[in-house]
């Protein structure tokens, strides 16, 4: 799934589901299952993420979105516990507003 | 997810600002994993390097390994790193244990190394500190589990308390890595860290336990600098911009 490249100008209705298939690839479709995933999910409280599958996550997205967006730097800017109490709706913006 | 496989074990390994003309290659500590540079501290240095981490063999997502976690085996696994990266010397810099391996490095393949930066290691000898260490690791863990501040042990999720019990249980009790730390209890005094020639940069928390054993290395190693931060045995979490900054002007001061 993160092979993909040059995805078109996506909603972010469009780019929630890429974001949700990360989550399921890193952290499993065996625990995925039991979770709401939405835009309102945060990293750790809601999807019970550790802080290196947040850097697996960060590469799938960096893999899709390719050079339009510069994730890391933007994650660079944060401190971790910024980082980490990210929800989706967040990532998602961010990667609208630079495609 | 970026592997290496090495003559023993399979490496998860993260670049950036690959094409740079230095390299900076950084190495965790126990119980860690490379995120603790990875969000941080490594996009400051990739401002001007390539810098490679990378999960030690047992942590993260490098395959596990029972044997092998001594300071001499794990520097071979660093140099292993270095030659499949076709990478004949970098700027190394390693976090409490990574440190240690990053002093092993240093003492075994003086040639390899440029500048040696080392950052809050423990006196191998002092066990009641390495075990203070090892709580430090714990509650560094919980801290990036939960996103909070201070060394306050949170509520976990289920997955996550499931994954931490994994991780402990198999290197306390599965791994040898306690067993081979004892052994390296005389590193400070015959470990030949005396004739480390590199130029060093030693950073240590105010606060932490591990204060006297950076005095100890400054004292031991010929051209080494203190310098200490706010903070605890975890000023990478606490003082990451601190500690970035002070890695890239470290390594960018020519002599």
């Not at chain 2, 810098?51 to 092998?68: A, E, I, N, P, T």
Request: proline letters at 3%; a negative charge; one cysteine or more.
């Amino acid at each position: 799934m993160d092979q993909l490249t040059q995805p078109a100008k996506l909603s972010e209705a469009e780019i929630l589901p890429v974001l949700k298939q990360f989550i399921t690839e890193v952290i499993g479709e065996e625990f995925v299952e039991d979770l709401d995933i939405t835009a309102a999910s945060s990293f750790t409280k809601d999807l019970e993420m550790d802080s290196i599958e947040i850097v697996a996550f960060s590469e799938k997205v960096k893999n899709y979105f390719g050079k339009d967006i510069d994730f890391t730097g933007w994650l660079s800017n944060m401190d971790l516990d910024q980082i980490i109490s990210l929800n989706l709706g967040d990532i998602t913006k961010y990667i609208q507003s630079c495609l | 997810m970026p592997v290496v496989e090495l003559p023993h074990t399979r490496i998860h390994l993260q670049e950036m600002n690959k094409g740079a003309a230095e390299t900076v290659l950084m190495v965790h500590g126990m119980f860690t994993n490379l995120s603790i540079w990875y969000f941080n501290i490594a996009p400051i240095l990739a401002e001007r390097y390539h810098v490679v981490l990378y999960d030690l063999k047992g942590h993260g997502m490098s395959d596990r390994s029972q044997h092998g976690y001594d300071l001499q085996s794990m520097s071979d696994e660093l140099l292993a790193l270095m030659n499949t990266l076709q990478l004949t010397s970098v700027h190394l810099a390693g976090y409490s244990y990574g440190g240690l391996i990053a002093l092993k490095t240093a003492i075994r393949y003086p040639e390899k190394i440029k500048k040696l930066a080392v950052i809050e290691s423990p006196n191998p000898y002092e066990q009641e500190t390495m075990n203070v260490v090892d709580v430090y690791s714990k509650e560094l863990l919980v801290h990036f589990v939960n996103g909070q501040g201070g060394h306050s042990p949170a509520k976990m999720g289920k997955r996550q308390l499931e994954r931490r019990h994994r991780l402990y249980e198999f290197l306390l009790k599965e791994s040898t890595i306690r067993q081979d730390m004892q052994q390296e209890r005389h590193f400070f005094s015959n470990g030949g860290i005396k004739d480390i020639p590199h130029e060093t940069l030693l950073i240590y928390g105010k606060d932490s336990d591990c204060v006297s054993a950076g005095l100890e290395l400054q004292e031991k190693i010929k051209d080494a600098r203190l310098l200490f931060v706010n903070g605890d045995h975890n000023i990478p979490v606490q003082e990451p911009f601190t500690i970035g900054n002070a890695l890239k002007d470290f390594f960018e001061t020519q002599d």
